[in-house]
T-cell receptor
Framework: GAGVSQSPSNKVTEKGKDVELRCDPI?????LYWYRQSLGQGLEFLIY????????KSGLPSDRFSAERTGGSVSTLTIQRTQQEDSAVYLC????????????FGPGTRLLVL | DQQVKQNSPSLSVQEGRISILNCDYT??????FLWYKKYPAEGPTFLIS?????DKNEDGRFTVFLNKSAKHLSLHIVPSQPGDSAVYFC??????????????FGQGTILTVHP
């Protein structure tokens, strides 16, 4: 079946511009996560949506970052006034409750801020 | 504050031998641990997991060992194959023995298996 998809796969932008990254989770998955991986680093948690509950935004690095999930499915991560340190691979994952359920990751969006 | 640490940035192993990847954690609330494998330009893919109520979980060539008292886990790959060459990430969760919640990742270890 279809996995997690993300778009665009690559994005180059100029410092100060806003960007939107999109994630389509696996159908039926109630939880959706955003992580980012900066060069040479591990994955850093950003935000987590679980069903209709308020999202866990504890990982967002600044108020320039925001995310929404419409209709319990597609999610958009928005970075306003991008900075060079925002350059990273932004990864989306999804899963559902269950002891054996793991998080399934998309291929990521590679963001480069010039 | 790095709660999950993979202290070896890279590991090189001969084909057919054992690969041992290590991971240490500091948060005693973590109760579920996972290993992910990542190829370049792809998202991480799940390999194997272990709950804190166990000390070993095996799946084919992959075995994960958990030492709770030492807050240490390791991934053993036997025998190693060239296709295992990738970045391996250790991850931990405090979501009641599941991954239904945010994961905390280590920095990753680059495994290279030479033919």
């Amino acid at each position: 079946g279809a996995g997690v998809s993300q778009s665009p796969s690559n994005k180059v932008t100029e410092k100060g511009k806003d960007v939107e990254l999109r994630c389509d989770p696996i159908s039926g998955h109630t939880a959706l996560y955003w992580y980012r991986q900066s060069l040479g680093q591990g994955l850093e948690f950003l935000i987590y949506f679980q069903g209709n509950s308020a999202p866990d935004k504890s990982g967002l690095p600044s108020d320039r970052f925001s995310a929404e999930r419409t209709g319990g499915s597609v999610s958009t991560l928005t970075i306003q006034r991008t900075q060079q340190e925002d350059s990273a691979v932004y990864l989306c994952a999804s899963n559902r409750p269950g002891l054996q359920e793991t998080q399934y990751f998309g291929p990521g969006t590679r963001l480069l801020v010039l | 504050d790095q709660q999950v640490k993979q202290n070896s940035p890279s590991l090189s192993v001969q084909e057919g031998r054992i690969s041992i990847l290590n991971c240490d954690y500091t948060n005693s609330m973590f109760d579920y641990f996972l290993w992910y494998k990542k190829y370049p330009a792809e998202g991480p893919t799940f390999l194997i997991s272990i709950s804190s109520i166990k000390d070993k979980n095996e799946d084919g060539r992959f075995t994960v060992f958990l030492n709770k008292s030492a807050k240490h886990l390791s991934l053993h790959i036997v025998p190693s194959q060239p296709g295992d060459s990738a970045v391996y990430f250790c991850a931990a969760s405090d979501a009641g023995g599941t991954s239904y919640g945010k994961l905390t990742f280590g920095q990753g270890t680059i495994l290279t298996v030479h033919p």
